[in-house]
């Protein structure tokens, strides 16, 4: 099972919804990253957890709010964002954070995510 | 400057073709990612190498360590290889820690 799996694929919430994206994988990797991708630009690093606890934060609004509730699982909990927070948000997980240089990282599908 | 660009930035080409996508870096690497992200949006991870070259199926990569660069070439080239081709080497967080930098990517499209 190399498959990184995200929820929901699409979803749309308004700027005082709260909701959460999710992200899982089995393949026993101990670092979990989420991205943000805007159309035609690369992926952007938000949140890096490396045995489950936060290891990068690239300066990302509290409004969103990452969450590792055990090895396989990363949440990504939403609450008060922008219509410019629309984007595509993008799972992936490595063996090692610390062995970028030597791991594969496997990305999910991503969730589009639409504020109105 | 781009710690990583990529070169051609669109390519369309006739189903059959050869086709090559290339990267240039300009950080010091161990490793150098090629993926493929398709419109629905899901990054598949092609290759990672480090020295040399690698090959699985039609695609074949290379890397020259010396010269910072690398290549992502697609032998008879089919209408489904259409996507966007992204290079990614490690680079660093402001904070120093170790992270993906991305290249802006190569949309190809395959034409029947």
């Known amino acids: 099972d190399t498959e990184v799996t995200q929820t929901p694929k699409h979803l749309v919430m308004g700027m005082t919804n709260k909701k959460s994206l999710k992200c899982e994988q089995h393949m026993g990797h101990r670092a979990m990253y989420w991205y943000k991708q805007k159309a035609k630009k690369p992926p952007e690093l938000m949140f890096v957890?490396?045995?489950?606890?936060?290891?990068i934060n690239e300066s990302v609004p509290s409004r969103f709010s990452p969450e590792c509730p055990n090895s396989s699982l990363l949440n990504l909990h939403l609450h008060a964002l922008q219509p410019e927070d629309s984007a595509l948000y993008l799972c992936?997980?490595?063996?090692?954070?610390?062995?970028?240089?030597?791991?594969?990282?496997?990305f999910g599908e991503g969730s589009w995510l639409t504020v109105v | 400057k781009n710690e990583v660009e990529q070169s051609p930035q669109n390519l369309t080409a006739q189903e059959g073709e050869f086709i090559t996508i290339n990267c240039s870096y300009s950080?010091?690497?161990?490793?150098l990612h090629w993926l493929q992200q398709h419109p629905g949006g899901g990054i598949v991870s092609l290759f990672m190498?480090?020295?040399g070259k690698k090959k699985h199926g039609r695609l074949i990569a290379t890397i020259n360590i010396q010269e910072k660069h690398s290549s992502l070439h697609i032998t008879a080239s089919h209408p489904r290889d259409s996507a966007v081709y992204i290079c990614a080497v490690k680079g660093r967080t402001q904070g120093g820690s170790e992270k993906l930098v991305f290249g802006k990517g190569t949309k190809l499209t395959v034409n029947p």
């Open positions: 992936a997980s490595s063996q090692e954070q610390g062995g970028l240089s030597g791991n594969t990282i496997y």
């Open positions: 957890y490396s045995y489950e606890k936060l290891s």
């Open positions: 190498l480090s020295s």
């Open positions: 950080v010091g690497i161990s490793a």
